[in-house]
């Protein structure tokens, strides 16, 4: 892998989580890894159930007790998963902290909004109710809420859906933690207040040098805000590597079938999006070999895809992914006309896609080594 920012504070390594049911268990994370170091922003991208906030909570210890939870969870060398609760809890909140999809959900409709952020304090540090409410004005006023005064005694109704995300915000980072979590933190917020929530998360890494782990679906906040990014498909990773080669010279058909369903509205020719034709497969019965298989133009079936399960191996130096054929997939130039504004346009805030060029894999024929039957 390529040098990294720094040296890791969280490393994950062959991380399973699953869940027993009538019908047989539900691999909802299969073996993931990957590390995080300081100042650093981890971006995780995948489809709804491809086992992203799952493997946040594995991470937090805040998954239901029938949760079987496999692997290593490693804090600054310490494995998570085999401290004891009441050693988790004072690790969680304070050390480790996580912004939550909904925040609605997540505070507390009968107290205050103030009250909550001051509990928070209080749980990790010993100081003074007036201490601590303080401390949570301040929090407030970091986030970038008006008048945080007034706004410390209402409560969240009170406060608009961006408001309430920033309140959560102010909530995990009460105590400046190591590693912040956060899982879709600008969902069903409009791009305007997303852009006011993610520049909030830019001025507190800024301040705190913290981890920050970002669960998204957007690519256009991965593309912005990431250093390296992590691919999940069926509970997989099937791609790691630096943003930009992401962008640049993906690595497995999963990725590049995200970047081609986006649109591009920065004045280039209209295209028809890509579609990844299917749906997500059952965590009860995957299906053997690649998971991806069932979905992907390009597999080699019968054959290695739906036999043999690919590993997640490095093909240059800090990419790695998990296709049989990534090494001879057809190279996306960072230097052609028409994809080299894709990184620019992410970045400044538009909802863009991969080119009109050839972003599409070429037939299976190309794939297969010569000789080989079709």
């Not at 997303?194 to 507190?204: D, K, P, S, T, Y």
């Not at 906040?221 to 010279?249: K, N, P, S, T």
Request: charged share 25%; net charge negative.
């Amino acid at each position: 892998m390529a040098e990294r920012l720094s040296e890791p504070i969280l490393s994950v390594r062959d991380l399973h989580v699953s869940f027993p049911t009538d019908d047989g268990a539900v691999l909802a994370v299969d073996g993931v890894s990957f590390d995080v170091g300081e100042n650093e922003v981890l971006g995780v991208v995948g489809e709804s159930g491809s086992g992203k906030s799952v493997t946040s909570l594995a991470i937090m210890g805040l998954l239901p007790k029938r949760a079987v939870v496999t692997g290593e969870v490693l804090f600054r060398g310490v494995d998570l998963l085999t401290l004891r609760e009441r050693e988790r809890q004072e690790l969680r909140g304070g050390r480790i902290a996580m912004v939550f999809q909904d925040a609605l959900a997540a505070l507390n409709p009968v107290f205050t909004v103030g009250h909550q952020l001051a509990e928070a304090v209080r749980a990790h540090n010993e100081v003074s109710r007036q201490e601590a409410k303080s401390r949570s004005v301040e929090l407030l006023d970091i986030v970038g809420i008006p008048n945080p005064k007034a706004r410390h005694d209402q409560y969240p109704h009170e406060f608009s859906g961006g408001m309430r995300q920033r309140a959560m915000i102010a909530m995990a980072i009460a105590n400046d933690p190591d590693v912040l979590i956060a899982d879709e933190p600008t969902t069903a917020l409009d791009v305007t207040i997303q852009a006011q929530v993610l520049e909030v998360f830019e001025r507190i890494q800024e301040r705190t040098r913290s981890a920050v782990i970002l669960i998204t679906h957007d690519l256009g906040v991965v593309a912005g805000m990431a250093d390296h990014v992590l691919v999940m498909y069926a509970g997989r990773a099937v791609e790691v590597a630096e943003v930009d080669d992401i962008f640049y010279d993906s690595k497995h058909p999963y990725t590049r079938g995200l970047l081609g369903s986006l649109p591009r509205v920065d004045g280039v020719e209209t295209r028809r999006l890509v579609r990844i034709k299917g749906q997500p497969p059952s965590l009860l019965h995957p299906p053997p070999g690649c998971a991806f298989h069932p979905r992907c133009d390009h597999a080699d079936l019968p054959g290695s895809c739906n036999e043999d399960r690919p590993e997640l191996a490095e093909i240059a130096p800090g990419h790695r992914s998990a296709c049989h054929f990534a090494a001879r997939l057809p190279t996306v130039e960072a230097a052609d006309a028409e994809f080299a504004p894709l990184v620019d346009h992410l970045n400044a805030g538009s909802v863009v896609g991969p080119p009109s060029g050839p972003t599409e894999l070429g037939p299976v024929d190309t794939l297969r080594p010569p000789g080989e039957a079709g």
